[in-house]
């Protein structure tokens, strides 16, 4: 494998990752958000990763090697259904509709994707530092 391939090959990952970052940091953000209907409450964003080695053996990639996010769908989960009748957005019950985001649930996939993005880093450091002693021993 070349080490341009392997960059490469780490630097989706380090995109994928990212992107899932910010879809956890999205989600916590609207965790306290409440809508009037059920259509209209936050859902919370799942990213959807689909490895490009798959892609390459089909023929419809030439890059062998990584992954992309090939799309961010919503969380099937209910959104919670919750008695405030005093909140402008209820509806004739008194109800308002909140996300499905669930906090702790949240902060281990933003940690979990933390991890990967350093494991990717580490792939890069590490090949660099390997390539920096292969050109050592070729200059002796």
Do not use: C, H, W
């Not at 920096?132 to 021993?137: A, I």
Request: proline share 4%.
């Amino acid at each position: 494998m070349s080490f341009e391939r392997l960059m490469s090959i780490a630097g989706t990952g380090m995109n994928a990752q990212l992107i899932r970052m910010n879809t956890t940091a999205s989600n916590l953000a609207n965790a306290g958000v409440v809508a009037g209907t059920d259509a209209g409450a936050f859902r919370a964003k799942r990213p959807v990763f689909e490895s490009l080695l798959n892609n390459a053996m089909s023929g419809k990639e030439s890059f062998e090697g990584g992954v992309r996010v090939n799309e961010i769908i919503n969380d099937p989960k209910p959104v919670k259904q919750v008695f405030e009748p005093n909140n402008p957005l209820a509806d004739e019950d008194g109800y308002v509709f909140a996300s499905n985001v669930n906090e702790i649930e949240e902060l281990i996939e933003m940690m979990d994707a933390s991890r990967a993005y350093q494991n990717n880093i580490e792939v890069i450091s590490t090949a660099k530092q390997l390539m920096s002693r292969t050109l050592e021993v070729i200059k002796v």
